[in-house]
């Protein structure tokens, strides 16, 4: 016997009851990881049509998560993405682009042996299996030195020895490592500068290590995010040009941690990383079909 109330199934059958849910697939990928519970979650989408900002923004909103990946199958082979924060969508995200590309190769939406062409608001962004890895084709984003905002520093409690800034982020270099890590924002001070986020970064102790940051955007509702692939999309010709090579090894010092190979290429950086998936479900609120996935103000 199958009763039906709302999205809920309840099948009854030889004393025994069990839910089947009815709605959106999800899937909780962490990224720039090979083991779970590190890196950086990402929770993805992939959607059968267009639906509404209000509800991409609710799914972010619930899953708590730095970004919720939203994808569009084309019928040109490629697929349209969107991240949304907990609060607000953004132009740019590596990890969750990585998470996008592993489910649609895991869970068989496309071959995963192909390459995936994402339309995004920083344009086509590639993404390529490389074995276990991926490797992200992103625009590089070099930070202009600049003077720091009233009350960055303040929110920080840092000295940076340099302090640039590209379109979306302030980036500071901090005399070393141990500096990186000791650094404890207030994030109710940071959250009233306008900006999306600020990087902080120093030459790494390790040897096998470039260079180590961490990345603060609590006005996007993000107080420290565990990996941010785009801040090395501004990290990578930024340390290129010191260290004076294009290919480097890059460590994210939050409390999950990760690691990045990351490469200058012109204007491009690439990004490498792996990904393992750690939840799969529905949401029992399926997506409301839209016209177009109009963005506001475009």
């Given amino acids: 016997m199958v009763e039906r109330s709302g999205r809920i199934v309840i099948e009854r059958s030889l004393g025994y009851s069990k839910l089947v849910t009815m709605g959106q697939r999800i899937t909780v990928v962490d990224a720039f990881t090979h083991v779970a519970f590190a890196g950086n979650p990402a929770a993805v989408c992939v959607l059968s049509e ?5 509800w991409m923004q609710s799914v972010a909103s619930e899953m708590k998560h730095s970004e919720t990946a939203f994808c569009v199958l084309r019928t040109d082979g490629s697929v349209e993405l969107r991240w949304f924060t907990p609060t607000r969508e953004v132009r740019l995200c590596g990890h969750a682009t990585l998470a996008a590309a592993h489910v649609l190769w895991e869970e068989g939406w496309l071959a995963p042996n192909k390459g995936v062409r994402f ?3 920083s344009g086509e962004l590639i993404a390529t299996p490389l074995g276990r890895q991926v490797e992200l084709d992103f625009p590089a984003r070099p930070a202009s030195e600049t003077s720091a905002p009233a009350g960055l520093l303040e929110s920080l409690g840092v000295s940076p020895t340099w302090i640039g800034r590209d379109d979306d982020d302030y980036l500071l270099l901090l005399a070393n490592e141990e500096a990186v890590r000791a650094c404890s924002p207030s994030f109710a001070a940071l959250a009233e500068i306008d900006i999306r986020g600020v990087t902080i970064t120093a030459p ?3 040897d096998q ?3 180590v940051s961490r990345f603060f955007a609590p006005r996007f509702g993000i107080d420290e995010d565990p990996v941010t692939g785009s801040a090395h999309c501004a990290l990578a010709p930024f340390w290129a040009s010191r260290l004076g090579k294009t290919d480097l090894t890059a460590r994210q010092l939050s409390a999950r941690g990760g690691e990045l190979d ?6 491009r950086v690439t990004l490498r990383g792996t990904c393992i998936t750690t939840l799969r479900g529905n949401l029992t609120e399926s997506a409301p079909r839209a016209s177009s996935w109009s963005r506001e103000g475009s």
């Fill in 50 to 54: 267009p639906t509404t900002e209000a």
């Fill in 119 to 121: 339309s995004t608001l």
């Fill in 204 to 206: 790494a102790d390790h």
């Fill in 209 to 211: 290590i470039d260079f």
């Fill in 262 to 267: 990351v490469a200058l290429r012109g204007d």
